[in-house]
């Protein structure tokens, strides 16, 4: 499985950017997904999580009622749609896919995108 991150750039506060991640291989629809993000010197993140057929999602609390996750599984394609971009969201940002159920812990994914950057500036 290849996970290809893009979407990323340089937004203003208060602006809004999608994310999206396109995924290789014939799992993808048997993979939850899942959005991370790292910034400079802090540990990787849980933003956001999907399951299989998008019917569950779950997002750390600093992005909900901000952020959106979805899927296309035709598309083979997650998407995290970002508003109301704040500063403190400038990172780099990874999707992740693992089998079965959503999670929100890092170390159970087992595929990892590139990462793109995501700049907020105020």
């Known amino acids: 499985v290849q996970l290809q991150a893009s979407g990323g750039g340089l937004v203003q506060v208060g602006g809004s950017l999608r994310l999206s991640c396109a995924a290789s291989g014939r799992t993808f629809s048997a993979s939850a997904m899942g959005w991370f993000r790292q910034a400079p010197g802090k540990e990787r993140e849980f933003v956001a999580t999907i399951s299989r057929n998008g019917g569950i999602t779950d997002y750390a609390d600093s992005v909900k009622g901000r952020f959106t996750i979805s899927r296309d599984n035709a598309k083979n394609t997650v998407y995290l749609q970002m508003n109301s971009l704040k500063p403190e969201d400038t990172a780099v940002y990874y999707c992740?896919?693992?089998?079965?159920?959503?999670?929100?812990?890092?170390?159970?994914?087992?595929?990892w995108g590139q990462g793109t950057q995501v700049t907020v500036s105020s």
């Open positions: 992740a896919s693992r089998l079965v159920a959503p999670s929100a812990r890092p170390s159970e994914y087992n595929y």
